[in-house]
């Protein structure tokens, strides 16, 4: 059974910095694709970071040249970490996975795409 379970949420001032993680375990596949979506109160969900076990890497406009996705040596471990961090990135973190997409899939539908193995999701809160 895949289980993914993130951690690092928290609470953080405006231009302060953050580090999430997700492991994933029961997971054995050996080419897949990662991603962090969050999504707010109110708002749709957003794709925000995506990497797959080449480590090829893919930002959402919002995030670019302020969080950085990666992988650990093992691939099942993922981080995003997060500076300049803003109040509109507060917001509810969750992690993917999926063997079955390689990044030109997430490329078509960033926000929409449908993993198959979610976690269950970590709080971020900025303020101002």
């Known amino acids: 059974q895949v289980q993914l379970v993130e951690s690092g949420g928290g609470s953080a001032q405006s231009g302060g910095s953050l580090r999430l993680s997700c492991v994933a375990s029961?997971?054995?596949?050996?080419?897949?694709?990662m991603a962090w979506f969050r999504q707010a109160p109110g708002k749709e969900r957003e794709g925000v970071a995506a990497i797959d076990t080449k480590g090829n890497t893919r930002y959402a406009d919002s995030v670019k040249g302020r969080f950085t996705i990666s992988q650990g040596n093992a691939k099942n471990t993922m981080y995003l970490q997060m500076n300049s961090l803003k109040p509109e990135d507060t917001a509810m973190y969750y992690c993917?996975?999926?063997?079955?997409?390689?990044?030109?899939?997430?490329?078509?539908?960033?926000?929409?795409?449908?993993?198959?193995?979610w976690g269950r999701g970590t709080q971020v809160t900025v303020s101002s």
């Open positions: 029961g997971y054995t596949y050996w080419r897949h694709v």
């Open positions: 993917a996975a999926d063997s079955e997409y390689c990044l030109t899939d997430y490329d078509r539908k960033p926000d929409r795409l449908e993993f198959r193995f």
